[in-house]
């Protein structure tokens, strides 16, 4: 359990921070893995949740309006004529910008993957923009969770202190980062802990 019990402080923190009208999730992937694992997370709790990749045909985007969204930026439509998000994460960095835009959105969700295949650096390339976002007046909050081990050479404490510093609330593991989304999006810090 203390793995996540300092994540539900941090997720009741949030929520008392949190405008009502935001209740909305983004998930902003990188790796298909991640994006299909918030989603059979996210789905039983949440109800229906939009995807490029979803795990019902039906829940294809373009989502209606008040929908929840996780998008995989590794597929296809996101990556011709430029790299894996992975490596560059300009493609990313365009959903932040429109995501930021939207006054229903309770939680940003992103995965940051380590390691010798990905961006040498990648919080010198998303902490401007996320921090930009979350010190914004009636911010949505910022869940992260960074997928590494110590030895990446990007650094794996460096990695998540990064967006810690940039107000992030960074998720021990993929599965307890949704639930955190889930858990302030429905502002029942209790989900946090929800087995799996």
């Known amino acids: ?7 539900q402080q941090d997720v009741e923190q949030a929520i008392r921070k949190l405008a009502p009208e935001r209740t909305l999730i983004r998930g902003l992937y990188s790796g298909g893995t991640l994006c299909y694992e918030a989603l059979t ?3 039983p709790l949440l109800g229906r949740v939009w995807s490029n990749t979803p795990l019902d045909k039906a829940l294809r985007v373009p989502a209606p309006s008040g929908s929840h969204i ?3 930026l590794g597929e296809e439509e996101y990556t ?4 894996h998000p992975m490596i560059d994460p300009a493609a990313r960095l365009e959903q932040l910008a429109g995501v930021a835009q939207e006054s229903d959105v309770a939680v940003i969700l992103i995965d940051v993957v380590l390691g010798h295949g990905s961006h040498p650096d990648p919080a010198s390339e998303l902490v401007p923009s996320l921090s930009a976002i979350a010190h914004s007046e009636n911010a949505p909050v910022i869940v992260v969770y960074v997928c590494g081990t110590q030895g990446d050479p990007q650094g794996f404490d460096r990695q998540c202190q ?4 940039a107000g992030c609330i960074v998720a021990p593991t993929g ?3 949704a639930l955190a989304a889930a858990a302030i999006s429905r502002r029942d810090p209790s989900l946090v802990g929800a087995s799996l």
């Open 1 to 7: 359990p203390s793995e996540w019990m300092h994540l």
């Open 41 to 43: 997370v996210l789905q």
């Open 70 to 72: 996780a998008l995989d």
């Open 80 to 83: 011709q004529g430029r790299p």
């Open 162 to 165: 990064a967006f810690r510093d």
């Open 175 to 177: 599965a307890r980062a």
